[in-house]
């Protein structure tokens, strides 16, 4: 046979397969994906899906080896439904997003128990109420959970701290109350963010909680309270921790801060103590002591002067730049007496 032959027949198999093979997808995800669409009343994002085409190609579907759904994305629609039990059908899924549907109401449907590769769950900005379900703990290559924006309610579950993979924990801005739990202290490895912000969470923070080298921490507007100064320290690489608007108390005079740490919100607390000069090594774009019961000067030096007196305001006596210097205060009222003097 010539060269020419050859290519000839190669491409020949070529154009016959690919033809053959036009419905790539699954025929059971296809149902499953049909199944969905109808559940949530055809929503305008995805009406464009088409029984004829191959569902691999359909808008806010992914497909992976074998051409198994991996990825459904439903955002930004105004769909008023619940999230179908039968996203459970999907068993190759590995991401699954709904978010922006403000009128997506309802649990967190426990078939997703189901999809053992799951990796991804990004349920935020709907209005999904009920548990952060204890069934995720089962889901072991979750990656990366974010139900923010919802109206959780209930306590977290400790169990999530089993996740082996778990790198972003994503909770805040929901109605989740009770404490953080004790066995977050021991999660499989450094979880790289802890978001669970705007809640009404309470009590005191494990001390165990020291233990793990978050990137990010943010607790803020929450009713936690006691010591949290085991989230801090040298050791760390640490670049954003935000405790503000909590009923923290503890004395900061000795909390040495990581120079990784670049955010330091520690606004609208209950600190005492006078404010380290560890601290002016830091490396800080966003810092606020501000509405605590802080004494003693602002150590001067490094960029705790790059800040104006919004971020020390309302302390007990904090003084020196940006506040008033210190020897002001002494001669203003015999309080500041115990002050160091300059
Ligand atoms: C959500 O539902 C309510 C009541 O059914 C409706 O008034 C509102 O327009 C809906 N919002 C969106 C963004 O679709
Ligand atoms: C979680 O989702 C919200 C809303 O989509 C987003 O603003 C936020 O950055 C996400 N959090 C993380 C840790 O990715
Ligand atoms: C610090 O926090 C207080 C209270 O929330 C706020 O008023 C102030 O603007 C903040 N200052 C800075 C510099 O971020």
Redesign the pocket.
Known sequence: MGKTTILLLLLFALLLTTSLSKDLCHKDDKNTLLKIKKAMNDPYTIISWDPKDDCCTWYSVECGNANRVTSLDLSDDDVSAQIPPEVGDLPYLQYLTF?KLPNLTGEIPPTIAKLKYLKSL?L??NSLTGPVPEFLSQLKNLEYI?L??NKLSGSIPGSLSLLPKLD?L?LSRNKLTGPIPESFGSFKRAVY?I?LSHNQLSGSIPKSLGNIDFNTIDLSRNKLEGDASMLFGVKKTTWHIDLSRNMFQFDISKVKVAKTVNFLDLNHNGLTGSIPDQWTQLDLQTFNVSYNRLCGRIPQGGDLQSFDAYAYLHNKCLCGAPLPSCNVKIQATDLYLNLPSE
């Open positions: 978010r990004w935020s900005w974010n923010s924006f972003f994503e963010g978001y």
